[in-house]
Structures are given as structure tokens and as C-alpha cells.
């Protein structure tokens, strides 16, 4: 880790940060930061890998980016690509500017004390169906228009301090369970092998890394590249979109018996194919048959006319995986119970005997920053007005997501993750509408919206994977991870 490698992070994470915005919103292209493995950071670490590094070593010899540095860069990228459109970037500012702007439509019913007037001050962009800042954002200005920064000013930084917050939770809960995973557990975390084996040997004699030279790694490339371009052919002809290699199990059940089970056309993406190699085949049997097994139950609960059924996304399956994020967080902790005594044991100074000298963040700083993190968190859901309880459940049930996100990439793999069930949804179901008060009602629904249901990328993935990542890194730098992360996310 050295200081040129966190320049270059610093810098592609903010381009990274300017070119997906660009690419989604503006080109219509996206898929840059979605996802477990975004492409934006793999494009990045090719673009170094194979430029930047084969000008260095043409130049001067023994200058080039070494892997420990690559990595750096790489991780900065990853937990950087949680941020822009495909993280929270895609529904925040409409979150913000959405009730000020739809409650002005005379079509839109809107009730006396709706939930924009309940709204506490710095959730929303306002709380005036008439504000002039909601309509700019939807229905934009004239070329000399600009834009009202001022009253953007206060929800942005609201939200930024409750955001940062959280993400330090998350660092910080990823620098706890690392080694259980990683030492005792041995995940197989198959989004860290990549680019691990990408940059290989990228300080060695040759130009380029030894991956890039073996010739079935060439041939594959070849035969993928080849395929895309194939695929992309009826773009240049005018069509709207791509071939996709698509099993369209829908469209042949759609009108039989079988159409209530809700399958949908399996589209092949190559990549997904590429990661299923190296997940252990019962990892991969288990994806597929909890798949397969939830339609069959959709299809029972449709013979039975239960009131629940009804799709992916009914009753029946948000409940179900609600249920599952419990139970198997449950299960990890106790697995953990061990090595989370130690690290407690070393946070209040009893574990003299506990080795933490090789972990990213030292077990101290680890777990008194979680604490220090919820502690704010909470001290922010009460400045909103929202009372201590209803915090607390809301950002348990966060941290539960959040980890269960990172289990299910470290061990299977998986480049998405979604949650089914709604935050508010659930917590009213399991504790009752009394749990909410008028501002934690509309606090917990926007912020179900923000960092739940409204993400395709999330962070906890990223930070497990780059904490992973961090044994490539000498012991005494280790510790340099967690700040260099941190500037990635405030870029």
C-alpha cells in the first residue's frame, strides 16, 4: 500500500463516481456499479493492469503497480461503486424531491396531515407542495436555470451524516467477523478470487500478469468477447436492444397449470456462469433448489387459494425471507460465539492472549466503533423525532440485511441480492403500528426505500470482499485499509 496506489484509487473512484451517472441517466447504457462485481471496477483494474502498468514497466523498470497496490486500488473501487446510481444514488434524490413535487398534482389525492406534512424538517427536499427546487428536479429549467443548491443543502447533509454512520457500522462489523469467515469458516469468497488472480504476478519479469499469458485464459476471453460482440450486433443496425440468451420458461408456461409457480425468462449471463465455477457444488445445488423450491410453493399456495400468493414478490415470499434473515443470523452468531467472546474479551483489555495484530481493524477499534456507530445512529433517529425503539429495530434489521448480503457473496458467490420484505412492512407486522410515531413512520419508510429495497448494490458485500482482499497486504499496512476505504466512500 502506498500513497501513489490511494492517489490512483482516489482518482477512479471519483471517475468511476462521474461516469456511471453519465452512462445510466444520460446514455441510457447503466450497469456499471450494479451488483456484487460491478463492471465499472473491473474495467477499471484492466484498464491499470493492462495500460498503466505495461507504460510503467516500458519506462522504468521496477516502477510498476505492484498487486498489493492494484488490490488497494481495487477495493477502493468496489466500496466507491456502492455509492452512485446503483446504490443509493438511483432513489435518493428522488426520495427527496418526490413528495414535494407529486403532492402538488391535482390528480394525486393527497389527505390533510399526509405524510410530506409529517415529514421531519431535512428528510424531504420540503415540505411545500409548491416548492420550486422539487419541480426544477423533474421538470428541469431553462439553460440558465441553476440549480437550488441551497435547499438541497440541509437533506443531503442530513441524510450524508446518518449514511457515513452507518457505513462505519459496517466497516466495522466486517473488520469483526473477518477472520471467522475467512480463517475458521474458510468462505469461499469467489468475488475476491478474480481479481486476485487477475493482477497475479503483476510486478514479475513479464509485461503482463501470468493470467493473461496462460492460453486457455486467452481463448475464453476470445470466445466471450467474440460472443458480446455477436450479441451486440443488432445495435448497430438500428435495433433498441441486444440478443440476450434467453430460457423463456414464462412464455411456455404462461397459460397452463404451471403459470401460478411465476417463473420468469431465465436470461444466461456469461459472467454469472463464469463465478458458478467456483462456488462448491452444493453451495450452487442449494441456490438452485431454495429456487426452484419457493415456485413450487407459490404454485401450492395458488391450488390452496391462499390470500398470500401471489408472486415473487407476495406476502408469502417476503415473509419467508424475513424469516430466513432471522433464523440464519441467528445461526451465524452462534457459530461466531467463540471468536466474538475473544474479540469482546480483547475489547475491555481481557484477551491478552487474543492475536489481532494481522486483522484490517484491530478488535478494539473494531468493536468500540461499532458501538460508537449504532450510538449515533441513534442519537440521529432521535433528532428526527423517531423514538429510540423504533431506531433501534430499524437498524437492527438494517445490520441483519447487511450481513446476511455479505454471507451469501462470501460463500455463493451471488452478484445480486434483494430484499423482498419492506422495513416498515415488517415491523409493523411483527410489533404493531404503536412501534411508529407520525415521524418515525415516514423516517423508516424512506429509509427502507433508501438503503434496502431501492439498492441493487450494496456495501457490506464490497467491505467483506476488500477485508478478504487485505491479506495480499504486509501486516504493518493493514491498518491503512479502513481509511483508505473511507476516502473512497466520501469521494
Not at 14 to 43: E, H, N
Not at 247 to 275: K, R
Request: glycine share 10%.
Amino acid at each position: 500500500m502506498t500513497w501513489r496506489a490511494f492517489i490512483i484509487g482516489l482518482i477512479c473512484v471519483a471517475a468511476l463516481s462521474l461516469l456511471d451517472p453519465y452512462s445510466s441517466f444520460i446514455r441510457g447504457g447503466g450497469w456499471l456499479t450494479i451488483g456484487s462485481f460491478p463492471a465499472g471496477p473491473v474495467l477499471f483494474i484492466v484498464v491499470i493492469t493492462l495500460g498503466l502498468n505495461v507504460l510503467l514497466k516500458l519506462a522504468v523498470r521496477g516502477r510498476e503497480l505492484g498487486q498489493p497496490e492494484l488490490m488497494l486500488i481495487w477495493c477502493m473501487l468496489i466500496v466507491g461503486a456502492a455509492i452512485p446510481c446503483e446504490g443509493i444514488g438511483r432513489g435518493w434524490y428522488t426520495m427527496l424531491a418526490g413528495g414535494p413535487y407529486y403532492a402538488r398534482r391535482p390528480d394525486i389525492p393527497w389527505d390533510e396531515g399526509g405524510a410530506l406534512e409529517l415529514a421531519p424538517e431535512g428528510i424531504v427536499l420540503s415540505r411545500d407542495p409548491l416548492s420550486e427546487a422539487a419541480r426544477r428536479y423533474y421538470e428541469g429549467g431553462d439553460d440558465h436555470t441553476r440549480v437550488p443548491w441551497v435547499a438541497w443543502l440541509r437533506p443531503l447533509l442530513n441524510w450524508t451524516v446518518f449514511l457515513m454512520l452507518l457505513y462505519m457500522a459496517v466497516f466495522f462489523m466486517c473488520g469483526i467477523i473477518r477472520r471467522q469467515w475467512v480463517e475458521v469458516e474458510r468462505l469461499m469468497f469467489p468475488l475476491a478470487r478474480v481479481p486476485l488472480e487477475f493482477t497475479e504476478g503483476a510486478a514479475a519479469g513479464g509485461l503482463l500478469p501470468a493470467l493473461f499469458t496462460s492460453p486457455p485464459f486467452i481463448k475464453g476471453m476470445l470466445f466471450a468477447l467474440g460472443l458480446r460482440f455477436i450479441f451486440a450486433l443488432p445495435l448497430f443496425f438500428g435495433a433498441d436492444q441486444a440478443i440476450e440468451l434467453t430460457v423463456p420458461i414464462q412464455d411456455v408456461l404462461q397459460g397452463t397449470p404451471l403459470e401460478p409457480m411465476h417463473f420468469h425468462n431465465l436470461i444466461i449471463h456469461l459472467p454469472v456462469v463464469g463465478f458458478a465455477y467456483l462456488v462448491p457444488a452444493d453451495v450452487s445445488l442449494s441456490v438452485w433448489f431454495f429456487a426452484v423450491f419457493s415456485r413450487v410453493q407459490l404454485l401450492a399456495a395458488h391450488w390452496l387459494a391462499l390470500p398470500e400468493a401471489g408472486g415473487t414478490w407476495s406476502p408469502l415470499m417476503r415473509w419467508q425471507q424475513f424469516g430466513a434473515y432471522v433464523v440464519f443470523v441467528m445461526g451465524a452468531l452462534f457459530m461466531s460465539r467463540r471468536h466474538l467472546g475473544a474479540v469482546l474479551r480483547k475489547a475491555v483489555g481481557a484477551g491478552r492472549d487474543v492475536d489481532d495484530s494481522r486483522e484490517p481493524i484491530g478488535y478494539p477499534v473494531a468493536f468500540w466503533g461499532l458501538v460508537a456507530a449504532v450510538l449515533g445512529c441513534l442519537v440521529w433517529y432521535r433528532l428526527q423525532g423517531v423514538r429510540m425503539l423504533t431506531g433501534l429495530v430499524a437498524l437492527t434489521l438494517i445490520l441483519i440485511s447487511y450481513l446476511i448480503y455479505a454471507r451469501v457473496v462470501a460463500q455463493g458467490g451471488v452478484p445480486v441480492v434483494r430484499t423482498l420484505w419492506s422495513l416498515p412492512h415488517v415491523m409493523e407486522g411483527v410489533f404493531g403500528a404503536r412501534i411508529f410515531s407520525p415521524a418515525g413512520a415516514v423516517v423508516v419508510s424512506a429509509q427502507g426505500q433508501l438503503v434496502l429495497e431501492g439498492a441493487s448494490t450494496v456495501l457490506a458485500p464490497m467491505a467483506i470482499n476488500a477485508f478478504r482482499i487485505s491479506e495480499v497486504f504486509e501486516s504493518r499496512r493493514r491498518k491503512w485499509l479502513l481509511p483508505a476505504l473511507l476516502a473512497a466512500v466520501v469521494v
